[in-house]
């Protein structure tokens, strides 16, 4: 196996830690972006290289032009470049219905999601085409095909996402890099845990596996997604979400 350089948008928590866990498990170098979870990330890293593998955290701020490349520079000049971006950090949205919401609170997620999304891919890929090599999964939401009440700029953002993703797969497949979504339902993370028990229990009695997913259960695709055995895949979507949302 081919050690690769992996970088993960918002990778100290949730289902970027999970994917940073299974990738260097994998025998990947693992750069794991944050903003604010220093001493997560710092945790993971000493935990990863604790088994032996190999992890470094980076702090930036995925909605800044400047921290992007500063990023990027460190990962290009020192490391080679980055081969597998997964692009996972979570912005931050306004829960309201349409007839609620300003424009303002709406144009905030879709600005946030794609700018982090694009930017991080356009760096990815200069290096990724050089070396006719490279991995871009863009972590969507099955809420881009499926609606839900008062997650308008979510959903709509996320269906931004999912098409872009295809541009890229259509452009850069002739370079060995491929893109995909991967889709995930509700998942048992910092952003959820919130949410009211019976609401997940709603959820779970409605899906066909009859369980709640866990992050590992999306990192187990970002690793496939991030392998070898997946070069002939590219553009697609996978909800992962236990068949609750069947497109
Ligand atoms: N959980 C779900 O049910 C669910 C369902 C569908 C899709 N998703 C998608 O899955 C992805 C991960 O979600 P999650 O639930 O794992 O999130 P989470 O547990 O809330 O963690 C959010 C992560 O995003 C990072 N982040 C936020 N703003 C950032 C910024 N400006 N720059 C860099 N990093 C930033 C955070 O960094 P710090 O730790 O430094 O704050 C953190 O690592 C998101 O794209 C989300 O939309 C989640």
Redesign the pocket.
Known sequence: MTKRNVLI????????AAAARALAEDGHRVFI?????TQ?ATDLVDEITANGDEAFAVQ????DDHQIKGMFDKINNEFGGVDILVS????SFVAKSFMDQTWEEFSQKLNDEMHASYVTAKYAAGSMKEKQFGRLIF?S?TLSESPAPTFLAHGSAKGALDSFCKYLAQELGPFGITANIVA????L????KNAPDEFKEVIRVHTPTQKIAV?EDVANVIRFLASENSSHLTGTYTPVCGGAYLP
Do not use: E, F, W
């Not at 948008?9 to 970027?16: D, E, F, H, Q, Y």
């Not at 930036?60 to 909605?63: H, P, S, T």
């Not at 993370?189 to 959820?192: E, H, Q, R, V």
């Open positions: 948008t918002g990778g100290a928590r949730g289902i970027g972006n944050y903003v604010s979870s997560k930036a701020d995925v909605r996972n950090a979570n912005m972590i939401s995930p339902g509700l998942v993370t910092d952003a959820t992050p």
